[in-house]
């Protein structure tokens, strides 16, 4: 496709569930990143991929919180024993060119009752 | 570390008016990029336009410019002729120009968001 893609666009999950959310960066970006955007805030930077590595997962608010990317491609974001406060849309952006600007996807609602 | 603040949670305007949204920010380096983003219902972060620190003249992108000054470490952002497809969040953010020196990465710090309305 032409742009990031993410999936799910949303998920409902219960409390201590495990969920998995998928991102789809542009073919030939090598740079990934993902960041956390909670009602009513902006989003906040959680781990940056370059190629299948994760090379600055500081972000991460805990070890409930784990990602990967092993073909270099598709990543996707692990969160087991999910808490209410795990709440918020997930994003993830791709990044090349001159600027390395950061290209978004649509993100992931993620939805803890 | 840096820091982007919005002080306007919400904005709003008259449709062919025109609006400007401000931005704080505090760093300590000298060379770095500043962003707006428009964030729709859609949830797509979409970038509107970009100002690098070391060049003096404010970015414009068509109906969209900015007022940069550095010294403030002020970065608003002016929506000339708004339009009803303007309506949306909108995200100042900052980002080093150097890779972090241990991952590589550059990440994007955001503010809090400014959620602009247009009547018509």
């Known amino acids: 496709g032409a742009g990031v893609s993410q999936t799910p666009s949303n998920k409902v999950t219960e409390k201590g569930k495990y969920v998995e959310l998928r991102c789809d960066p542009i073919s030939g970006h090598t740079a990934l990143y993902w960041y956390r955007q909670s009602l009513g805030q902006g989003p906040e930077f959680l781990i940056y991929?370059?190629?299948?590595?994760?090379?600055?997962d500081s972000g991460l608010p805990n070890d409930r919180f784990f990602a990967v990317r092993p073909e270099g491609s598709v990543s996707t974001l692990k969160i087991q024993r999910t808490e209410r406060g795990d709440s918020a849309v997930y994003l993830c952006?791709?990044?090349?060119?001159?600027?390395?600007?950061?290209?978004f996807g649509p993100g992931t609602r993620l939805t803890v009752l | 570390a840096q820091t982007v603040t919005q002080s306007q949670p919400e904005m709003s305007v008259q449709e062919a008016e025109t609006v400007t949204l401000s931005c704080t920010y505090d760093t300590s380096e000298s060379d770095y990029y500043l962003f707006w983003y428009k964030q729709p219902p859609s949830r797509q972060m979409i970038l509107v336009i970009r100002q690098e620190a070391y060049k003096q003249q404010n970015a414009t992108e068509n109906r969209f410019s900015v007022n940069f000054q550095k010294a403030a470490k002020s970065f608003s952002l002016k929506i000339s002729d708004s339009q009803l497809g303007d309506a949306a969040m909108y995200f100042c953010?900052?980002?080093?120009?150097?890779?972090?020196?241990?991952?590589?990465?550059?990440?994007?710090?955001f503010g809090q968001g400014t959620r602009l309305t247009i009547n018509p």
């Open positions: 953010a900052y980002r080093s120009a150097r890779r972090d020196l241990k991952t590589g990465a550059q990440k994007l710090v």
């Open positions: 952006a791709s990044s090349s060119g001159p600027y390395n600007e950061q290209f």
């Open positions: 991929f370059q190629g299948t590595g994760a090379a600055d």
